[in-house]
Structure formats: structure tokens, C-alpha cells
């Protein structure tokens, strides 16, 4: 298939925009933020991480007519049934912040000792039209937090513990993040797939 010179990306998430522009720095393809084109915000109807990235994806794709990447991620807590998942974005309310968020995750676990969470990731390319996608999936295990930690990323990094550096993902810098996140182990994953098809 072999990788374009220039891929959307489908999101308006400068946190993620971020992230992503880091981690496909290597390939020598510019990276344009949807919002670049004026694309609004795609409808993320879907009940999965997977079928969210593909909403996302075509969006994109067709509203501007280049390639696009989107990615679709979000927390699931053991204790919470997997919540917030596909949620976690608004889990607190449409207009919610990520503090407002993180608020209503602690509330809801109070002192129960059972802590353990993954943060998931599906990564999706498409091409204009309708091009079979390209998917790949990356998971992050570790703990929820009593309280926030740190002052980088954004999200529900503040509060999650990652176990290889004993520390909160919002302590650790983006080359660690990326090195253990759930984005980066799906953006690899994915750009292997992309690549591997030349």
C-alpha cells in the first residue's frame, strides 16, 4: 500500500494531535489536524472503540479527500464494568471537563480497593472512498489513583498508575508515554500494518 505524503488526521484533540504527530514523526508524512480544513467533529455514534475510529476515519477522509488516521480511546475500570469506555470523553456530561471527568471516575470507585484499569486504543487508516480499513488495537494496564498526580498529558492521565515506572501517566515524559501508552502501542501496531504492505 506504502504511506502518503500527507494524511488527515481526524481530530480536533490537541493532546492527541500531539501524541500522534510524535509518533509518526519517523515517516517523513506531514500530518494535518482535521480542523486545519475546517472539518468539524464526526458524530461518534458507534457502541465500540472500533466502530468510533471508523466513523471517524471516513469523516475525515471524505470531507477532505486525503487519506485519513483517526483513533478512538478510552478508560475501562474493572470495578465500573469497563466504564467509562467509550465514554470516557463525556463521561461526566457532553460539555465535560477532563477534571470534571476524573471527579466523577474517583467518586464512583470511593474507597474500593479494587483498582485495576486499561486504557485501549484502536487506531484506523482509510483511504477516500470505500477502502477496506486498516485497524489496529493497543491496551495499557494499570491502576487508578486516589487522587491526581502530575501535570502532563491530559484525560485521565493524572490518575492512572503505570506499573513499569511506578509512576501517574501524567508524570511521565511524552517519549515515556509513548513508549507505554495505548496510542502508541496501536500507532505502531498500525503504521507496521501500513508499511509492511508496500
Known sequence: MGLPTKIVLASGNLGKVREIAELTAHLGVEIVPQSEFGVSDADETGTTFEANALIKARHAAEATGLPAISDDSGLAVDALDGRPGVYSARYAGPDASDDDNIDKLLGELGGTDERGAAFHCVACYVEPGDSEPVMAHGEWRGTILDARRGAGGFGYDPVFLDPESGRASAELT????????????????????????D
Open 174 to 197: 511524552p517519549d515515556e508515554k509513548n513508549a507505554r501508552s495505548h496510542r502508541g502501542k496501536a500507532l505502531r501496531a498500525l503504521v507496521a500494518r501500513l508499511t509492511a504492505q
